[in-house]
């Protein structure tokens, strides 16, 4: 039987990152993956393809919609060729599992393949082509999501798709009804948006991404009515029907009365939920909550002393960098080091264009939490950069702290912010103030000068160029 320091199950951005550190470390570690490529949801059926697609139908769109502009004339229709669209994807992933690979033979450690399950507290059992058993001294959880659905809703994979199967179409759907306005939901139905297809979203609060500021649900919302997707914000969805390829979707309005829609595709957007499925936890005595997470304390151990679990598994945002920055820390720890998290720090991003990005603190958790804050906004319309480019929808705005001036939150909306939140996260890991972010020198013309500008309007309404 091989013995491992740490035995890792689950190969996504949580997993395979943690597999690293540790075998950086000294510690001998094996990986668990129960599918044939590495790389988890993200890789695979998430962020990578996602945005390789995203940015697919970009260059579509700009081609129709804004090469003119630019003085460039293409002869003849532009044409669409989706099924080398989605093989290009399909490269791209390919590309990047493989480099998870080449990573793992790098750092030595061992790959088994299989589904990973606790037959005790320090062995596991792995099911797959080839059946062993290995023994770990530490476990690392990271079997990350899964797509959530509704109770009523019956998921067939080929009309009533989750964002797995929207990855894959054959065709580009005539109408896409997409329940939730989330990440996931706004990003794919502007992709099929952008190819062609009637996009109609329905929501169940009263605004979209509704965990971001506010202001950027608002701007957001504009821009992308502007592109063509209809928003039915308040709506409850309470049946999902199929009949050939038409599918209908019933919800009830804010006004309680009964509306229907109708489309040849309805795509399921309504979040994740932890994947525990064949893990066994019970076998080594880890507790579940109520809502399927694996239960942890502050340094991610379970109630059972050497495992561990990172990720989807766990409580909050469910971003794969979040997962990343939890696997160095669990590896971290198990070498004996004192590492932190500043859960606070963790930035969130939309990649519709215009991106969404946030860091810290909401205008409206700053109300709830009564902290006195000075807001500072400026526009990206108002930057050489933006016309330049074309780029000039969204805004950058900062909120500080009304007695000292630190940074509490940054909120954005704009072309490549998903970027330039970075700048955001660095000054509050050093608790800026925004005075700080204005006295520093932002290069021109670049996007990056929306958040000087920002600064400078928090600090006084001293913003330059509006």
Not at 318 to 342: R, Y
Not at 369 to 394: C, E, H, I, W
Request: glycine fraction near 8%.
């Amino acid at each position: 039987m091989s013995k491992y320091d740490v035995a890792v199950i689950g190969s996504g951005p949580g997993g395979y990152v943690a597999a690293i550190r540790c075998a950086q470390l000294g510690m001998k570690t094996a990986i668990i993956e129960k599918y044939n490529t590495l790389g988890g949801t993200c890789l695979n059926v998430g962020c990578i393809p996602s945005k390789a697609l995203l940015d697919s139908s970009h260059h579509y769109e700009d081609a129709i919609k804004h090469f003119e502009d630019h003085g460039i004339e293409i002869p003849g229709e532009v044409k669409i060729n989706f099924k080398k669209m989605i093989e290009r994807k399909g490269a791209v992933v390919e590309q990047t599992t493989k480099g998870i690979e080449f990573l793992m033979n790098k750092n030595k450690i061992d790959v088994f393949t299989g589904v990973g399950a606790f037959k005790d507290a320090t062995h596991i059992e792995i099911t797959g082509d080839k059946n062993e058993t290995i023994e770990a001294a530490n476990t690392i959880i990271a079997t990350g999501s899964k797509p959530a659905t509704l109770p009523f809703i019956k998921i067939d994979k080929e009309r009533i798709i989750t964002s797995t199967e929207a990855l894959s179409l054959k065709e580009i759907p005539k109408h896409m009804i997409v329940i939730g306005g989330g990440v996931i939901g706004l990003e794919l139905g502007q992709v099929y948006r952008r190819l062609g297809a009637e996009v109609s979203v329905i929501e169940y609060m009263d605004r979209i991404i509704p965990t971001m500021d506010s202001a950027q649900s608002k701007e957001l919302t504009k821009v992308m009515k502007k592109q063509g997707v209809k928003f039915y914000l308040s709506h409850k969805v309470s049946a999902v029907s199929k009949k050939k390829n038409e599918i209908t979707v019933t919800a009830t309005d804010k006004k309680d009365k009964e509306v229907t829609f109708t489309g040849d595709y309805c795509l399921v957007s309504v979040g994740r939920r932890a994947f525990t499925e064949g893990l066994k936890p019970e076998n080594a005595g880890v507790k579940i909550t109520e809502r399927g997470l694996v239960e942890t304390n502050e340094h991610l151990q379970t109630n059972v002393k050497n495992i561990y679990a990172i990720g989807d598994v766990v409580k909050g945002a469910m971003l794969a960098h979040k997962a990343s920055e939890e696997g160095t820390l669990v590896a971290e720890i198990l070498a004996g080091q004192k590492p932190h998290i500043d859960y606070n720090l963790i930035p969130g991003v939309v990649y519709t264009w215009p991106e969404v990005a946030s860091v810290g603190k909401t205008e409206e958790q700053l109300k709830e939490a009564k902290v006195s804050y000075n807001s500072g906004q400026f526009p990206m319309r108002a930057l050489g950069r933006s016309r330049a480019s074309g780029d000039t929808d969204g805004f950058v705005k900062i909120l500080s702290d009304k007695e000292t001036d630190e940074v509490l939150g940054v909120h954005m909306v704009g072309a490549r912010v998903a970027d330039l939140i970075a700048e955001a996260v660095v000054a509050m890991e050093f608790r800026a103030s925004a005075e700080d972010i204005a006295r520093m020198s932002h290069a021109h013309p670049t996007y990056a000068e929306a958040v000087k500008e920002a600064a400078l309007a928090a600090t006084g309404d001293r913003a330059l160029h509006v």
